[in-house]
């Protein structure tokens, strides 16, 4: 059984802080690309960074050089280190996993971040 279990949500000020993770379990992790994407109220979801295997990255233009993707692929998890957070990034943030190999596509539950002061 798939599963993709998103921690690390909150709230915080603006100018804060938050490390989300995403815990991998029923499939071969090292072979899956490893994505935030975030959705706002009465938006789409868009993407917010992505990992591949290797460590490949790519970020959305509104978060360069504020968030930071990493994953452990011993622990079959994937982080999202949240920096200098901005109104703007209040969101559910979700994690996805897609197949390297094939059209398999896996979503977690997603996880609340609200920036507010």
């Known amino acids: 059984q798939v599963q993709l279990v998103e921690s690390g949500g909150g709230l915080v000020q603006p100018g804060g802080s938050l490390r989300l993770s995403c815990a991998a379990s029923?499939?071969?992790?090292?072979?899956?690309?490893m994505g935030w994407y975030r959705q706002a109220p009465g938006k789409e979801r868009e993407l917010v960074a992505v990992?591949?295997?290797?460590?490949?990255?790519n970020y959305a233009n509104s978060v360069k050089g504020r968030f930071t993707i990493s994953r452990d692929n011993a622990k079959n998890t994937v982080y999202l280190q949240m920096n200098n957070l901005k109104p703007d990034d209040t969101a559910v943030y979700y994690c996805n996993a897609r197949s390297i190999y094939t059209a398999r596509d896996y979503w977690g539950q997603g996880t609340q971040v609200t920036v507010s002061s």
């Open positions: 990992i591949g295997s290797p460590d490949s990255t």
């Open positions: 029923g499939f071969t992790f090292r072979q899956y690309v």
